[in-house]
């Protein structure tokens, strides 16, 4: 029963009583006398007056309380089934109603603000306000269905930004969000995207062109149906172009290529996923194949990911088989040109692959879970070549290893380094850690506890692709370096420009203030010495002073450089 029923029935109620009692009264009471036919008269015409003043007051309460509830029950009602798109009107009353539904259009436009926001963070990228993977996959699967109704075809393109660990490494993570969104702008306007209001499909125009942020640094496109003349590739080509210019993020001119995975709706995919896949597929092929690079699926790549599981097998029996071996490239001293460290580098030559690419071997032991085998197989192998090397007489140096984030998640590092350097007698200050920035978004307190008990034992701790960046700075605070690496990219940014090079040597002076040695990488040409040694850096490394060495050519090398230490004490003395 309704509120409306409920008021009007006992009001009905009302009016009829008297009546029904009225006509009990005629039938059974006495007979008619000019005294009781006017009693009579007058009762009839006060039931008649009740009944028209019950339907008078029950209209009143109809329009002035009765219909302005049901209005206010149509409202939450709205609100609770998420229509808050409707347009609403507050009662027109200046009484406890009329506030009533005030407040609840008020709560109404509350809830709407909310739901806008919690629309934008399961819709958009917070980051660079381009649609998410969520609003893509959405976007995709309603392109497909339409598509396969209307016969017409569409690309997808993947996006990778081509080493963009090395911005965040050199320049900070502040930079690689401004380096992302500058990125993401640039796409915007030179492919004409047009910002997203609307989460609802069918507001959305897939005529046009629609980009999304995945993730990280990849970026993904839905390009319109083809003409006639055109293949996939032509719509993609001009996307290198959109990175031929630097992009200018905190005072530094950034350089950055892209590789692109491209794949044909429906040739290469007749659902969502499938489509997905392929490009991904393509996007693995570009960058495998030297990044930079546009590749556009084909059947073949199916069968090279499956290749890459296979990889991951033959690395386990790698592993098992010891089928690695470390090169090795050396540092020098910028003060007097000695030798003083190398640091080591693993290589695989695999029985059935040939020579793999150390950047890929990297990535596919993080990504079949075996970079921690990989990286003690690096940590003994390299003890046990300074053993081997004490014992023929060099002694006077060290060996730099890289250590993967995954490895600090691991608190028996410091003992297995220990056990080793313990078993092979080696000095502790022999070996050398070196760690990038991206280390510290990790658990930064266990991170910098595995770092400390390191520096106990006595091995040099050294930061790795270091850069200008606040979280540069900060980093070299936060814990006391024995060495800071200075990264190539943020190196030639000082090449290029003063001001960089003003910044740079006010670290390399926060540094020595600090007790922090200084180390650049990745010298090459003469320019890139002579203004490190101007501005103050005591190491470096490079193809400028030596290519990388084998084991043996190493050997050679740390000879003739003993040789010329030699000479040089006995033309001093």
Known sequence: MNLRAKTFLPLLAIAIIPIIIFGIYAY?????????????????????????????????????????????????????????????????QDDELGALSRRIIQMRNQIKHQNKSINKLTYFDSLTNLPNRHFFELVLAEKVRKSKQQNKHFTVAILDLDNFKQINDSLGHIA?????????????????????????????????????????????????????????????????????????????????SVSVGVAQYPEHGHSPAELFKSADLALYNAKNNGKNKIALYNGQMSSLNVNRLKIGKLLSDAINEEQFRLEFRPRINLHDYSFNCYEAQIRWDSP?????????????????????KLGAWVIASTVKQLFKWKKRGFYDFRISINISYLQLDKLDLTATIKCLLALYQVPAEQLEIEITESVFNQDELLVIEILEALKELGVVVTLDNSGIGHASVKN?????????????????????????????????????????????????????HELILLLGCQEAQGFYYSKTLDKEAAEVYMQSMKEKKRYHLKCVN
């Open 28 to 92: 059974a009471g006495p007979g008619l006398t000019e005294q009781t036919e006017l009693i009579n008269k007058t009762f009839l015409l006060m039931c008649i007056a009740t009944f028209i003043i019950v339907i008078m007051v029950f209209a009143y309460m109809n329009k002035a309380l009765l219909k302005p509830i049901e209005e206010m029950q149509s409202i939450a009602t709205n609100i609770t089934l998420g229509k808050t798109e409707i347009a609403l009107s507050p009662l027109k």
């Open 352 to 372: 059935l692959l040939g020579d793999v690419n150390p950047m890929s071997l990297i990535g596919i032991a993080e990504d079949s879970k075996q970079i921690n």
């Open 476 to 528: 070299l605070n936060r814990f006391h370096f024995d060495k800071v690496k200075f990264a190539p990219l943020f190196l030639q940014s000082v090449v290029e420009n003063e001001e960089n090079q003003k910044l740079f040597k006010n670290i390399l002076h926060l540094a020595k203030e600090l007790g922090t040695k200084t180390v650049a990488k990745g010298i090459e040409t003469s320019s890139m």
């Open 176 to 256: 690689g969000d401004k380096f992302l969104q500058s990125v993401s702008k640039r796409i915007e306007s030179s492919l004409k995207i047009e910002m997203l209001n609307s989460v609802n499909i069918n507001k959305i125009d897939l005529s046009k062109n629609f980009l999304a942020r995945l993730g990280g640094d990849e970026f993904v496109l839905v390009i319109n149906k083809l003409e006639l003349s055109e293949t996939p590739l032509d719509k993609v080509k001009t996307l290198p172009d959109i990175f031929a210019t630097s992009f200018f993020i905190q005072g530094n001119d950034v350089n950055v």
